[in-house]
């Protein structure tokens, strides 16, 4: 299985030291275990920025950079203790003396020391960075530099500013490197295999959760234990709900189902979506609708290149909605006064995309400077059309409970984009084929 070498975790950390001031020091926390119910947790996940920058899968940690004023830098990392009846318990740990080597640190220690470390580490240094979005490691930075100033011991300064570095290691995460793409290329692979048994699983009477199962089973036996995030699998009118998770009801003869799932491997997301029909055959106006939103999409990924821009591509997309609506007399009138007035967005509701990494809607900006970003080479991003019309829309009754969107994960080449989730099919022709080959 491919993972993330130290040597990476090492130049990441190298990045963004080089980014501090000299006489600096960057804190950064891993997560901590959240209750899931009295006193069982849920299954621990990893804070991605620690990971990103560490390896390390331990909750309670916390990464500690420092930049000297002569330019010499230190990695620390503070940790839980060994403690054999605690890992009898709970499971391993690596403890601070094997951190060193295995995480390629200068120093490591027990947690029982961070304060009094930290007091240490930020006396006399000028600035300290953190994760404002750390709330705990935050109260603990300011906490220190509190102290530091209440108490001048032997004319020890605190640090003049705490500064917020989240902007810095997100653009950082934007763009993926050669083995982050192959992690994420073999998590898209595990996803759309997944995708493809449950098409060739689904007929009329099976529950949503029989789908959301079988994605399960394929996700997990292929190594990604975890999916990405909760899978939706919406069948008729449940397909209209975005967030539709409780995936619960009897899947219906002459329905779609519209499954939104995506493994989690070595910390990186899958994130895809595909509709067909329950019963493996489109109806005429599930064919109409569902088409549309393929043309959309496909159009998109013939743009999505070096130098594009998100809002351009989007606004091709939404005329090919806006008109395919016109053409089946979902939405009535001149195309550009629809557009205008954004009519499409009764049933196009959501961007046509989202950047995708250790988070499924990753980090990193949209703007610079206020204007839209250009694409380059390295960012992973969905593109995800749809077309959602709920029951009681102010359109033709046949098309009422159809919702449909298509989902692909591509990462940007440097010519074009090459499609990471290619492996589940997508026109009509191969849906239906797919199905009657699964029966
Ligand atoms: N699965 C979440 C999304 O498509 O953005
Ligand atoms: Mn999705
Ligand atoms: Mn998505």
Redesign the pocket.
Known sequence: MIKIDISEHQTRRANLLSLMDHNSVCVVGSASAQTRSNDTDYCFRQDSYFWYLTGFDEPDATLILIKYADGQTHVFMSLLPKDEQAEIWHGRRLGAQAAIAKLALDNAFDNSQLEDQLANILSNKQTVYSLYIQTSVKKLIDQTIMNLKRVPKQGLLAPSQHIDIQSQLDEARLVKSTTEIAIMQAVADISAQAHCQAMQLCKPTLNEYHLEAEIQYVFARNGARHPA?TSIVGGGDNACILHYTQNNQVLQDGDLVLI?AGGELEGYAA?I?RTFPVNGRFSRPQASVYQIVLDAQLAALELLKPGALLPEVTQVVVEIITQGLLDLGILTGELHDNIERLTYRHYFMHGLG?YLGLD??DVGEYKVDGAPRPLSPGMVL?V?PGIYIAPGSDCPEIYHGIGVRI?DDIVITETSNHVLTHQVPKTIAEIEALMRAGV
């Open positions: 995030y939104d994130d979506t989202h499924v809607h969905t995800e989902e």
